[in-house]
């Protein structure tokens, strides 16, 4: 019923820039909060940045002044801005959407890959 596909993950120097998109279609009524997370070889997922329907973000501490979360509400859209990128942040970033219609709903992209060099 909802479908989220990931992109702009890619091979980056330490100190450079991403930037991910999450692209939304299906039968979505209300989104009351979109979140990216990652997950890198042998450690757990881990959630990176949420942004509510009202607007309100938050950030894991250890991306806080590097990583911006915004959305596209007409375009059903989800960034994340990565500035300032280190090796610590490779991983696998899966955008994370939920939804509250009379229950709690959670969609999961396929993920995109973002590697950092040192």
């Known amino acids: 019923q909802v479908q989220l596909v ?3 993950g890619g091979l ?21 909060v979109m979140r990216w997370y990652r997950q ?3 450690q757990q997922r881990e959630l990176v940045a949420g942004i509510t ?6 950030y894991v501490d250890s991306v806080k002044g590097r990583f911006t979360i915004s959305r596209d509400n007409a375009k059903g ?9 280190n090796p610590e942040d490779t991983a696998v970033y899966y955008c994370n959407v939920g939804i509250l219609r009379g229950r709690w709903y959670e969609y999961w992209g396929q993920g995109t890959q973002v590697t950092v060099s040192s």
Do not use: D
């Open 77 to 85: 859209t989800l960034y994340l801005q990565m500035n300032s990128l």
């Open 40 to 42: 890198s070889p042998g």
């Open 12 to 32: 980056v120097q330490a100190g450079g820039s991403l930037r991910l998109s999450c692209a939304t279609s299906g039968n979505i009524f209300s989104i009351n």
């Open 53 to 58: 329907s009202g607007g309100a973000t938050n």
């Open 6 to 8: 990931e992109s702009g």
